[in-house]
């Protein structure tokens, strides 16, 4: 890979990330038919922490996260308790009560709503593109959940649409907070998974969910610690640090849900619904409004 040039590179480690992510889908789908959403967390939060530990001990940045350990505690104690706890908790609880397909979806909108959070907590202003990605994305967020629907506004699970558009604030708050984190990001995300832990952990005993382990989920559990939590994240950070052209490599993302759609049909048995491609189509296009958006604003300064 040394031979191909740093663009190249980027697109290819891009690609791997997206190509993990588009069958997380499938994974929770199928990890949830034998545990709970809390079980699951649990159980990926520890393989996602081993991975990542035994990728900083593999590159010698032990000292370093002791340091940071000291050094920011609080943060990590913070971020950990938003991602991974109460994200993937939530998230998993969509997954858990709305066909992957819809919760997936629904989950993209989170950049919209990064966009508008952004205004009060970071002053940034709003521009037109943002209000017509944001009318495209929800017009599609209200047609999945209605299932095509929209003149009686029937909703088909008024809870898991729920569930899955919290999980974007979350998701957007997160990374807001993230835009003031000095920690190096590898050593970050192993610090908020070692913080969450113990979260996870009392949170499940109090729940219960530390009893009646059905064997069958394991292997869909450590699969997403180690690609959704875990190997995924270390592709796409080295791809945003190789390529020169960061919006080139962000268009990717845009391949995931298209292929998750396909893994779930085909290993999950989830028919594809008429209603999911409509909506996903308005929200994959008011992404692209917002991302064509930035990209012009970048080229004219």
């Known amino acids: 890979m040394n031979t191909l040039s740093s663009n190249t590179q980027a697109m290819l480690y891009g690609l791997g990330a997206v ?27 520890i393989v996602s922490l081993l991975f990542l ?6 590159k010698g940045e032990c000292k370093a996260l002791l340091c940071e350990i000291k050094l920011s505690w609080k943060a990590s104690f913070l971020l950990g308790a938003i991602n991974p706890f109460l994200y993937y908790l939530i998230l998993l609880q969509a997954y858990n009560t709305l066909p992957a397909q819809e919760a997936q979806a ?9 966009s508008f959070m952004a205004v009060p907590i970071l002053k940034q202003r709003l521009k037109p593109a943002d209000y017509l990605a944001a ?3 929800y017009f599609g967020v209200l047609y999945i959940s209605t299932r095509g629907n929209i003149d009686t506004l029937e909703f088909s699970n008024v809870t898991g649409v729920g569930f899955a558009l919290f999980s974007t604030i979350i998701w957007a708050m997160y990374w807001l907070l993230n835009t003031k984190d000095t920690r190096p990001s590898i050593i970050g995300l192993t610090l908020n998974f070692a913080f969450a832990l113990p979260i996870v952990l009392t949170y ?5 969910e530390l009893s009646h382990w059905d064997q069958g989920g394991l292997w869909g559990a450590v699969y997403i610690g180690l690609f959704e939590m875990g190997l995924s994240f270390v592709l796409w950070n080295r791809a945003m640090k190789l390529t020169t052209n960061a919006s080139q490599v962000a268009n990717l993302i845009f391949l995931s849900p298209l292929l998750s759609i396909i893994w779930l049909s085909q290993f999950a048995g989830e028919p594809i619904l008429r209603s999911t491609l409509i909506g996903l189509a308005f929200i994959l296009a008011g992404l692209f409004v917002q991302n064509w958006s930035k990209r012009t604003k970048k080229t004219t300064l």
């Open 135 to 137: 009318g495209a994305c």
């Open 19 to 45: 190509l993990l992510w588009s069958t997380v889908a499938t994974a929770f789908t199928l990890s949830l038919r034998h545990f709970s959403p809390t079980q699951l967390l649990l159980v990926a939060n």
């Open 204 to 208: 499940a005993a109090i729940t219960g």
């Open 53 to 58: 530990t035994s990728l900083i001990v593999m």
């Open 106 to 114: 629904i989950n993209y909108t989170w950049a919209i709503m990064l």
